[in-house]
């Protein structure tokens, strides 16, 4: 991946958004890569089961990350806001290399964590450097727009998707997730029409953008991720389209991407997985084609 341009000492962490659905008893490939991000043997992982109802989620995340070598995996059991005042809860979040945010209800995650000490941390945490994943709700939760609900299997419509604000570590993209798996395109581009600055990042299950400080992702997981650019959009009928009226999109731009492949956030390009890692080891343009090679 092509290095951090930031003039910064230290570059901001990952931002690692998962489609939900991950594999977590084979491979867990994307678990094992997140893993050796917040440091391997000596990561200390914090988890946040907080968007599921499910007793068993923290401890099957702590099982997972413990199995894969991690050196140290707590999971906060944060179930009301005043929990986010926990001393001990912001200790840990201080001290950790990785953490994690499980799926479940995103509009739960964001009611008790938006706006508290926690989520403070948590975002000051991954601009010093330290990864943040999160899958399913976790994943929606990270741009500053939160997909917080909408019809799925639909085309895309004036009403068709709410939105609400998330956490903020990064305000270029909106995310979606179990994306294909529940036919949400219709969704995406329309949560892409209420502004065309956002660029909407769908992902299916089993996989994950490994979002680097550069703002280059790569694909990682056994399905694909849909990049919707509105950018270049010559007309949309969103601003007086009537509730539940399909919208004219014209313009738009849509990459698919698979495992390895890599999509820049800042040029707005995908490259797939040679053709990228090539373009970024080429010097900078003097404006003269390269030499030949010898031979």
Not at 40 to 48: F, K, R, Y
Request: hydrophobic share 40%; glycine share 12%.
């Amino acid at each position: 991946m092509c290095p951090a341009t930031s003039n910064e000492d230290i570059p901001r962490g990952y931002i690692i958004p998962i489609g939900g659905g991950e594999d977590r008893e084979r491979d867990m490939q994307i678990h094992r890569r997140f893993v050796e991000l917040s440091g391997g043997a000596d990561a200390a992982i914090v988890v946040i089961p907080t968007a599921s109802m499910l007793e068993e989620t923290g401890p099957d995340y702590h099982r997972i990350f413990s199995e894969l070598g991690a050196g140290q995996v707590e999971f906060l059991p944060i179930s009301r806001r005043a929990d986010c005042d926990n001393p001990e809860f912001a200790d840990l979040i201080d001290r950790a290399s990785g953490i994690f945010m499980t799926g479940g209800n995103q509009l739960r995650l964001s009611a008790i964590l938006g706006g508290t000490l926690l989520a403070q941390k948590i975002r000051r945490r991954n601009a010093a450097g330290v990864p943040v994943a999160g899958t399913s709700a976790g994943a929606s939760i990270m741009s500053e727009h939160m997909v917080a609900g909408g019809s799925s299997n639909a085309a895309p419509a004036e009403g068709n998707i709410t939105l609400a604000p998330g956490m903020g570590l990064t305000n270029a993209v909106i995310i979606d997730q179990h994306f294909t798996q529940r036919n949400r395109l219709g969704r995406l581009l329309t949560a892409t029409s209420y502004n065309p600055f956002l660029i909407g990042i769908g992902i299916d299950e089993d996989t994950a953008a490994f979002i680097g400080p550069d703002n280059v992702f790569e694909v990682v997981g056994s399905g694909s991720v849909t990049v919707v650019d509105a950018g270049q959009l010559t007309h949309s009928s969103m601003w007086d389209a009537r509730p539940g009226e399909a919208l004219s999109l014209l313009g738009l731009r849509l990459d698919v991407l698979g495992e390895g492949c890599r999509y820049d956030l800042t040029a707005r390009v995908a490259y797939p997985p040679d053709e990228h890692l090539a373009f970024c080891s080429l010097p900078v343009s003097s404006g003269d084609p390269p030499p030949e090679a010898e031979g």
